[in-house]
Structures are given as C-alpha cells and as structure tokens.
C-alpha cells in the first residue's frame, strides 16, 4: 500500500523514499514488532480462555515438561501470520507475484497448521492431522508454488538449481525441479516444525536465517549487485525482502511472549507456516542448497529424527536418548536456556557460512 505513495513523488520529493527496498523492509519490521505488541496480550488472553488446559504435552517427552509446560496455549503462530500478512500488505509491491507466492505458502501451510492445532486442543491429544493427509496438501501446495516461480524464470533459470561456490554453475533439472522444489519446501516447513520444542528454540534461528535470506533476495533482485557478486539476476525477487522483513519483526514480538518461560507456543500453526515462508523463498531466488547451511539447525533437527526411527525399525536400539535432538540434550542433562542459546550460536555460525556462499564464487 505504502510503496504506491512513490507515485506522488512528482508533487512532494518527500514520497520518493517508498521506493526504497530498504526502507521499506526497515519499515516492514517495526509495524510487523508494533503489531505484535499491540495485539499480543489480547491474542493470548483469548487463546487461553478458548483451550482451557493449553496444548497437550506429549506423555512421553520430558517429565519436567508435564510440570512446568501445562497450559500454555497454543497456535501462537496467529500472532506471528497477523503481524506479517499485515505489515507486508502495508510495506510490499502487491504487484509483484513472487511475494503473492511466498505469501499463499505462508498462509495455506498456516492453515493447515491452525487445524493440526485445533484438533489437538480439541481431542486432547498429541495427534493432529494425520501425517499422510498433512504431507498430501502440503506437496500439492508447494507443487502449484514451484511451478507458479518456474513460470515466472527465463532460460537458463528455469528448472535449475544454482551451486554456491561455483561461478554461474546450474544443474538443469527440467521439469523434474517441480518435485525437487516442493521436497525444498515441505522439508524446511516440517524441519521447523521438528525445531519447535523449547522456549524460544525455533524462532530465533527462523529469524536469523530470514535476516540472512533479506540480504540475499536483496542482491539477488538488484542487477548490479548480482553482477559484481557473480550471483544469477532475478528480476522481483528483492521485493521478498520487504516480506522477510516482517517476518524478523512479528518473529521479534512473538520472542516477546514467548521467552521462557513461554506465555504461549507458536504450534504448527507458527512452526509449518514459518518453514514454508523460507523453503518457498530460497525456491524463488534459487538458493535451495544455500538453506540448508543457513537452515543447518533445521536439517540436524529433521536427520536426528530420521536417524531415529530408521534405528529403532531396523535394530530396535535407539542412536538418542530422545528425538528430535535437543530432547537428547535434556535427557543427558542439558538445561533449557543452555539448549536454546547454543543453537542459536550454532544458527548464528550456519548463516555467516551461507552468507560467505555470496563472495566465495
């Protein structure tokens, strides 16, 4: 909405600044945090009255968790979704279609997130939708996502996967890239949503790797820095910035109120959309592999699981004490806050090595 006020430049050189990605993505953070807290404590107040006992905690997690957990809310992910869309439809260019792309996965896989939820609260169990069924919409969605971007690229871009540190080097996929992108999307959407067990765990590291994926949709969209940095120019993918940037804001204010010990959880509501948002966004500016060293922490989460339950069918022994993995780090006497602190150190460290992908060419 705002980025229109650029037309008015003509009568006041005041309005040219709306044409300004950075500022704009600047702007997009702060209404996404204000939104946060204004609505913050009402969104929680009304979730609390609405599930009674909060979220159910699974029986076979920690124990101290049944203690020190119960009745916390859940689907804090609204606040997250809220604060965003909003922001983004006050600060984006709502003519460009990457950000309508990015934003549909956002919001399908939120509300496919919002009913796992529901049906928790409601059932008072752990179950949710059934796993098929969330992995059925999830692939159908992020299919019609990746093919919406490849109808958007140019020769060569299309249906290619660009390599870090190698110079202008694509593997050519063809249409075989409509799965291989989806795969990106659904993997990163559910590693997050593997991430999301301890205060605070999951939405920093979401926060950190958008702050890194806003510097790089940047320079990707910006056929200047894309040439001197060597990086494959994709016109109108530096418009997801600005939608990045709401989404380090709304994350900031959801940190907020869900610092430990947590007012309320994010739930898949939070966690699957939240996934989605970067899976979709590293698809639209072709730095899928790049993800996953920025995401790195998502991936060790995701394998740990894997690991797991390929151990446990095959041998009956268990690899961890618990999975996904920072259960494991509980189990062995690990406290909360050292858990989430050192992988937020360890996202810190995942992302400046994404980040050296840019020059390292």
Known sequence: MFYFLANLADASPFFNVFRYLTFRTG??????????FVIGPSLIRWLKLRQGKGQPIRAEGPKRHIIEKQGTPTMGGLLILIS?????????????????????????FGLLGFIDDYLKVAKRT?????????????????????????ALETAPLSGAVAMPFFKGTLIHFGWFYLAFGAVVIVGASNAVNLTDG?????????????????????LVGNIRFADYLQLHYIPGTGEL???????????????????PPAMVFMGDTGSLSLGGTLGATAVAIKHEIVLAVVGGLFVMEAVSVIVQ?????????????????????????????????????????????GLSTLKLR
């Open 27 to 36: 702007g997009a953070v702060l209404t996404a945090l204000v939104i946060s």
């Open 84 to 108: 965003l869309l909003a922001s983004t439809l006050l600060w984006a260019d709502l003519t460009n279609p990457y950000v309508w792309i990015v934003m549909l996965v956002t919001l399908s």
């Open 126 to 150: 752990s179950d949710g939708v059934a796993g098929r069924m969330k992995l059925v919409f999830q692939f159908l969605v992020a299919g019609a996502a990746v093919f919406a971007v490849m």
């Open 198 to 218: 301890l205060d605070g765990l999951a939405i920093v590291p979401v926060m950190i790797a958008a702050a890194t994926f806003v510097l790089i949709a940047y």
């Open 241 to 259: 910035a600005v939608l990045l940037g709401a989404l380090m804001g709304a994350g900031l204010g959801f940190l907020w109120f869900n610092a």
């Open 309 to 353: 339950v390929i151990s446990f069918k095959t041998t009956g022994k268990r690899v961890f004490r618990m999975a996904p993995i920072h259960h494991h780090f509980e189990q062995i006497g690990w406290s909360e806050p050292t858990i989430v602190i050192r992988f937020w150190i360890i996202s810190v460290i995942l992302a400046l090595i």
